[in-house]
Every structure is written in C-alpha cells, then in structure tokens.
C-alpha cells in the first residue's frame, strides 16, 4: 500500500478533453509536488504546492492542495499531444519529514 | 549546465553477478538521492546523501544493496549480488537543500537475466 495513492491509474483522451487527476493520502503533508515523466528521462518538476487550500496555475495546468493538506488535485484544460506521459505526486509527510514519498503514478495518454 | 548525469544507460547482467551504477549530480547540490522505479511499486527512495554523508538509507532494500558518496561530485549504488528481482529503473537525482526542486538523471535500466 503506498502512502500517496493516484487516480486514475490510466487514462487515455482526445486532444481538446478536459482531465483531472487525483492524489489522496490519510496523512497530512507539509508540501506536495506534481511531477511528469516522459519514456526514458526522469521526472521533472511541475509544480509545489504548500499551503492548504491552495491553487496555482500553470498555463493549461491547474494543480491544488486539499485543506486539510492530505490530497492534491491536477486539472488540465484541453489536453494536447503533448502533455501525454506518466504524472506523479510527491511529498513530505509531516510525521516524517525526512522521507519523500512518490505517488503510484497516472500514466495519461493524449490522442491527437 | 550539465544536468545530473548517470552511467551506464542500459546494463544488462547474469543473476549473481555485482553491478555498480554511477552518478553525477549537479554542481554545488548538496542532497543527492537514489530511487528505484518498477511497475509494480513505482518510484522509491532507496537512500540519500547530505554532503556526502549518507543521511536516511532505510529505503535499502536488502544488504545486498550499498551506496557511496565518497566526494560532492561522484557517487555509486552498488548491487552485490545481483537477482533477477533487481531489474527496473534507477533514478539519481540532486538538490540543493532538503526541499529544494529535485533535478533527476536519465536514469539507468538494469536488466538482471
């Protein structure tokens, strides 16, 4: 069982659609991070969100953080070819700071 | 910049035999951290390093398994000796500070047969 769960697992959608992504945990987090990784690279940095309640917005892409700080959301407005990959979260629990945990990952496809 | 660079890209191996994967990471990061990313339990965090001095390595999975840092600019997991369930994707990766952004390698692809 992983402590950063992701939703869904897989997904696959016409270039236009609307998507949004889910990460959910019962720990709280001090931050969280949303990751994408494309075939044979690493992940790359998106995006850290921190306080409760927060959004932010990058271009197409909105990311937010639950209240309670114990999920994450990502939202993207009409997908394109090239958002397609694998998208994680990631964060530190607050019991734990020391340890980062990586999400189980949503691997989107975009068709164009 | 050169960013976290990882060798070899592909090593393919015989069960039991050692292999040693490299790492460079980005100049003046001071945290340096090992993952390991299968399908099955995706991205891990195997050990990571705070100016060369390994800091948390509870991710280790077996004895098997060791990791050096022996200067800021070099650093090795090292896999003796190897089993088939070793295969997957090793991520190094470099930051500066604990939370600072984590830039991450190429990855290398370990095939144990």
């Known amino acids: 069982t992983q402590l950063l769960e992701q939703s869904p697992q897989f997904l696959s959608i016409q270039e236009g659609e609307n998507l949004t992504v889910y990460c959910n945990s019962s720990?709280?987090?001090?931050?969280l991070q949303w990751y994408r990784q494309e075939p044979g690279e690493g992940p790359v940095l998106l995006v850290t969100?921190?306080?409760?309640?927060e959004v932010k917005k990058l271009k197409r892409l909105t990311f937010q953080f639950g209240d309670a700080r114990k999920d994450s959301s990502l939202h993207i407005t009409a997908a394109q070819p090239g958002d397609t990959g694998l998208y994680l979260c990631?964060?530190?629990?607050?019991?734990?700071?020391?340890?980062?945990?990586f999400g189980s990952g949503t691997k989107l496809n975009v068709k164009p | 910049d050169a960013g976290v660079i990882q060798s070899p890209r592909h090593e393919v191996t015989e069960m039991g035999q050692e292999v040693t994967l490299r790492c460079k990471p980005i100049?003046?990061?001071?945290?340096l951290f090992w993952y390991r990313q299968t399908m099955m339990r995706g991205l891990e965090l195997l050990i990571y390093f705070n100016n060369n001095v390994p800091i948390d390595d509870s991710g280790m999975p077996e004895d098997r398994f060791s990791a050096k840092m022996p200067n800021a600019s070099f650093s090795t997991l090292k896999i003796q000796p190897s089993e088939p369930r070793d295969s997957a994707v090793y991520f190094c990766?470099?930051?500066?500070?604990?939370?600072?952004?984590?830039?991450f390698g190429p990855g290398t692809r370990l095939t144990v047969l």
């Open positions: 969100v921190v306080t409760g309640g």
């Open positions: 100049s003046g990061h001071d945290y």
């Open positions: 990631a964060g530190r629990a607050l019991y734990n700071f020391n340890k980062f945990y």
């Open positions: 990766a470099s930051s500066l500070g604990l939370v600072g952004e984590q830039f």
């Open positions: 720990s709280v987090f001090s931050s």
